[in-house]
Nanobody
Framework: QVQLVESGGGLVQAGGSLRLSCAAS????????MGWFRQAPGKEREFVAA????????SYPDSVKGRFTISRGNAKNTVYLQMNSLTPEDTAVYYC????????????????WGQGTQVTVSS
């Protein structure tokens, strides 16, 4: 049993920064990969970032590469998403997710999801 809870969302001006947190509880040792996805109104769920607990390898789409950074807490109970140079196109509900196995970029591959946290970027 694994539970994920996101926090850190809010309203920020274009060009600003936010750091999202994902707190994990339960049998977190059973999960190998942590990821972030986002979903804007009327749009499909989009991959944002992922990290492997085993070797720290990361993956990002071109839309956020160089602006967003995913990182792990040492206790394997927290993952962060540092978001810099935000634009209105980053506005979405951001979800933390976990999966058994290697890093993947499709939401269909993830087993556990948090409740989401709203990020709104004003122009």
């Amino acid at each position: 049993q694994v539970q994920l809870v996101e926090s850190g969302g809010g309203l920020v001006q274009a060009g600003g920064s936010l750091r999202l947190s994902c707190a994990a509880s339960g049998r977190t040792f059973s999960m190998d990969t942590m990821g972030w996805f986002r979903q804007a109104p009327g749009k499909e769920r989009e991959f944002v970032a992922a990290v492997s607990w085993s070797d720290g390898s990361t993956s990002y789409p071109d839309s956020v590469k160089g602006r967003f950074t995913i990182s792990r807490g040492n206790a394997k109970n927290t993952v962060y998403l540092q978001m810099n140079s935000l634009t209105p196109e980053d506005t979405a509900v951001y979800y933390c997710a976990a999966r058994r196995g290697a890093v993947q970029i499709t939401w269909l591959s993830y087993d556990v999801w948090g409740q989401g946290t709203q990020v709104t970027v004003s122009s």
